[in-house]
């Protein structure tokens, strides 16, 4: 029983995001998803105590997908600048493909018309980046001259203020494009021979995967209070 009701938490779940990212928080409703979902209100309330508390676990659980990809894109027996970049091919794909991402992501910048406390999003990631940066400057591979604090912090500014634009153009159609660009333009920038460039985006980009060994990743499941 303990399982099945789990598994229709997380199916109500992946529906609410959907829902939540082509509609928007306001113009969605309980009714609306227990449609998509084929279940009844009540169904929902006995996991959810409202949408506020919904779309709380929604935003939850987009961050929850992040500490294991982390872990998978960036092995430290791997290039730590090669890691940086491979992480965030894969990052860009979960915003692009994944729809409890891409509800999340909406449901944050939502956040003002949610009655719930939210976590704060950008902080980890910028300690992600600074740790493989630091990590660089250990192996070598960056340049003398980069700040690994400072670096992190544009980096990341620069790689969340692509998805918006990216988003606004194209709906993330064209993200991996725009992030190659991007990386073009930092990697002669940050690593200690810019020669490198090509060789070490080619392959973050190719080893760059949602999965492991060909099956899905399962979701990690957020409970709503």
Same mark, same amino acid.
């Given at each position: 029983?303990q399982?099945?009701?789990?598994?229709?938490?997380q199916?109500?779940?992946e529906?609410?995001?959907?829902?939540?990212?082509?509609?928007?928080?306001?113009?969605?409703?309980?009714?609306?998803?227990?449609?998509?979902?084929?279940?009844?209100?009540?169904?929902?309330?006995?996991?959810?105590?409202?949408?506020?508390?919904?779309?709380?676990?929604v935003?939850?659980?987009?961050?929850?997908?992040?500490?294991?990809?982390?872990?998978?894109?960036?092995?430290?027996?791997a290039?730590?600048?090669?890691?940086?970049?491979?992480?965030?091919?894969?990052?860009?794909?979960a915003?692009?493909?994944?729809?409890v991402?891409?509800?999340?992501?909406?449901?944050?910048?939502?956040?003002? $018309?949610?009655?719930?406390?939210?976590?704060?999003? *950008?902080? &980890?990631?910028?300690?992600?980046a600074? #740790? %493989?940066?630091? !990590? =660089?400057?250990?192996?070598?591979?960056?340049?003398?001259?980069?700040?690994?604090? $400072?670096?992190?912090?544009s980096?990341?500014?620069? *790689?969340? &203020?692509?998805?918006?634009?990216?988003? #606004? %153009?194209?709906? !993330? =159609?064209?993200?991996?494009?725009?992030?190659?660009?991007?990386w073009h333009?930092?990697l002669?920038?940050?690593?200690?021979?810019?020669?490198?460039?090509?060789?070490?985006?080619?392959?973050?980009a190719?080893?760059?995967?949602?999965?492991?060994?060909?099956?899905a990743?399962?979701?990690?499941?957020?409970?709503?209070?």
């Amino acid at each position: 029983m303990q399982a099945r009701a789990g598994t229709t938490r997380q199916s109500l779940l992946e529906t609410a995001a959907r829902l939540f990212h082509e509609r928007g928080f306001a113009g969605t409703s309980i009714s609306d998803i227990g449609n998509a979902s084929g279940l009844t209100s009540g169904a929902i309330y006995f996991h959810f105590s409202n949408k506020d508390a919904l779309a709380r676990a929604v935003v939850e659980a987009h961050f929850a997908t992040w500490p294991e990809l982390i872990e998978r894109q960036s092995p430290a027996d791997a290039p730590a600048l090669e890691g940086l970049v491979r992480l965030s091919f894969a990052v860009a794909r979960a915003y692009r493909d994944d729809p409890v991402v891409r509800g999340g992501a909406r449901l944050w910048g939502e956040r003002y $018309a949610i009655d719930a406390i939210l976590p704060t999003p *950008f902080v &980890g990631w910028i300690a992600t980046a600074r #740790a %493989l940066l630091d !990590r =660089a400057r250990e192996k070598g591979e960056l340049a003398k001259r980069v700040d690994p604090a $400072a670096a992190a912090r544009s980096i990341i500014h620069a *790689f969340f &203020g692509m998805h918006t634009v990216s988003d #606004a %153009l194209s709906g !993330r =159609a064209d993200i991996e494009d725009d992030l190659t660009d991007l990386w073009h333009l930092l990697l002669p920038a940050l690593l200690a021979d810019p020669e490198l460039t090509e060789d070490t985006l080619a392959r973050a980009a190719a080893g760059a995967t949602g999965d492991i060994d060909g099956e899905a990743v399962p979701r990690v499941r957020v409970d709503a209070e």
